[in-house]
């Protein structure tokens, strides 16, 4: 159980073009996702919270109008990144969070690995 | 303010060998969780384990066990007689507190390679 993919695993893009990427729970349902950006060696960096039928709360530093996210069901979001540019090249990761035994565990995707050209 | 810190960057041991891996954490709350996520070469973060703050049981699983110990605010991660497949980076993170976002602090990892 608590199975979350993501899609795509991999994305190579143009610079100025817009990249959509989708989170699922595929066996639960999350009200709450989470989104974090990952550079090499270096650990998660959350960027944004997501809350099903609600705006997502952005941490500090991220523009929300750059890192686009929608959380329309109970077991999907999506990040878009529009009008990506190189440094924007990054591994993505999603993590939905799963209610039990009176806590929640995030459950992570396997990640996107975003290359802008 | 919560922080999570895991000290060791990088560890190398050879296959069979027992390995801990530290860390130490901070938060004002009395109520807080912390986690192990094991992250491999494919970069898929695996959740390990939960433990609450209410709960200083050790834990142990197959070859993994974890020491938590609030006085001195650690919950260190021991693999015993590790393999070769372990290889990978491990985080320690932090949640919990008045607002219970669910919000998780990661440490910065620690990279663990076991030799054949």
């Known amino acids: 159980g608590a199975v979350v993919s993501q899609h795509p695993s991999r994305v190579i893009c143009k610079s100025g073009t817009s990249v959509k990427i989708e989170c699922r729970s595929l066996d639960f349902q999350a009200t709450t996702m989470f989104w974090y950006r990952q550079f090499p060696k270096q650990s998660l960096m959350l960027m944004a919270t997501?809350?099903?039928?609600?705006?997502?709360?952005?941490e500090q530093g991220v523009e929300k109008d750059k890192f686009l996210i929608n959380h329309a069901s109970l077991t999907l979001s999506t990040l878009t990144v529009t009008s990506a540019h190189p440094e924007d090249s990054s591994f993505y990761i999603c993590?939905?969070?799963?209610?039990?035994?009176?806590?929640?565990?995030?459950?992570f995707g396997p990640g996107t690995r975003l290359t802008v050209l | 303010a919560q922080k999570v810190t895991q000290a060791q960057t990088e560890i190398s041991v050879v296959e069979k060998e027992d390995v801990t891996l530290d860390c130490v954490y901070e938060?004002?709350?009395?109520?807080?969780?912390l986690f192990w996520y094991k992250q491999p070469p494919s970069g898929e973060l695996v959740f390990l384990i939960r433990r609450n703050s209410f709960d200083e049981q050790n834990e142990i699983s197959g070859r993994y066990s974890w020491n938590f110990q609030k006085s001195t605010s650690s919950f260190n991660f021991t693999i015993t007689a590790s393999q070769v497949v372990d290889s990978a980076v491990y985080f320690c993170a932090l949640s919990g507190g008045s607002s219970n976002t669910g919000k998780l602090i990661f440490g910065q990892g620690t990279t663990l390679q076991v030799k054949p």
């Open positions: 993590s939905a969070s799963l209610w039990a035994g009176g806590s929640d565990t995030q459950y």
């Open positions: 938060t004002r709350d009395t109520t807080y969780y």
């Open positions: 997501s809350n099903e039928g609600s705006k997502a709360t952005y």
